[in-house]
């Protein structure tokens, strides 16, 4: 690998790389697990579903198009559903053998996000940690209580103090050791943020976006 690539993959998972495995540390997934990832065509998705694969977890990731799905299921995912269309959750099912999932990393939010929550399995792990729908998803906490699902919100993800550097030699550590192939599916040059944010927006964006400082 040249250090032009190096260096797209190291920038790739800096941020992405350390939220994905705090998702980690405070869900607890095990090897036998099913986790169902949404959002998993982007750029935390697909490393959630690596670093949930290496684990030894049975991983369905959710996410929107035949492109974005094709992409979900070369990181390694058991099966990639389209949460665009009807019937969506009975479909995840079916692709846990008739399971529900023990784990759900949600990073879409919203109704979609309300949806996959009573979808999970009773004790099961929900982390709430993404808004690309507009909002969290709304959890009834008396439900969840009584279903002894234990949820993780985006407060519970903030770091302490030691929390980021502990966590980026972490993830630098998975990618050294292939266990993580962050996917750069565009790159813009600094000149066309605008464009790149446009992009972002219109959900036209498969996995990680980068800003190149120059034309190398």
């Known amino acids: 690998m040249n250090a032009t690539l190096l260096i797209l993959d190291a920038t790739a998972v800096l941020h992405d790389g350390t939220t994905a495995l705090r998702v980690l540390e405070r869900t607890g997934p095990q090897q036998g697990d099913r986790a169902l990832v949404l959002g998993a065509a982007g750029g935390m998705g697909i490393l959630l579903v690596e670093l949930l694969v ?6 369905v990731g959710a996410a929107r198009g035949s492109t974005k799905r094709a992409v979900v299921s070369e990181a390694g995912a058991a099966a990639a559903v389209d949460y665009g269309e009807a019937g969506w959750t009975e479909a995840v099912v079916q692709a846990f053998g008739g399971h529900r999932p023990t784990v759900v990393l949600d990073g879409v939010g919203g109704t979609i996000g309300g ?7 009773d004790g099961g792990r929900f982390s709430a940690h993404g808004t690309p729908s507009g909002s969290f998803a709304a959890i009834d906490q008396e439900e969840s209580a009584h279903r002894g699902v234990s949820v993780t919100t985006i407060a519970d993800l903030q770091f302490a103090n030691g929390d980021r550097p502990r966590l980026l030699n972490a993830v630098l550590s998975e990618l050294g050791a292939g266990r993580l192939a962050p996917l750069v599916g565009q790159t813009f040059s600094l000149a066309d943020a605008s464009k790149a944010h446009l992009a972002i927006e219109s959900r036209e964006t498969v996995a990680k976006t980068l800003l190149l400082c120059d034309d190398r």
């Open 54 to 59: 290496a684990r030894g977890v049975i991983v």
């Open 115 to 121: 949806d996959a929550f009573e979808l999970i399995a």
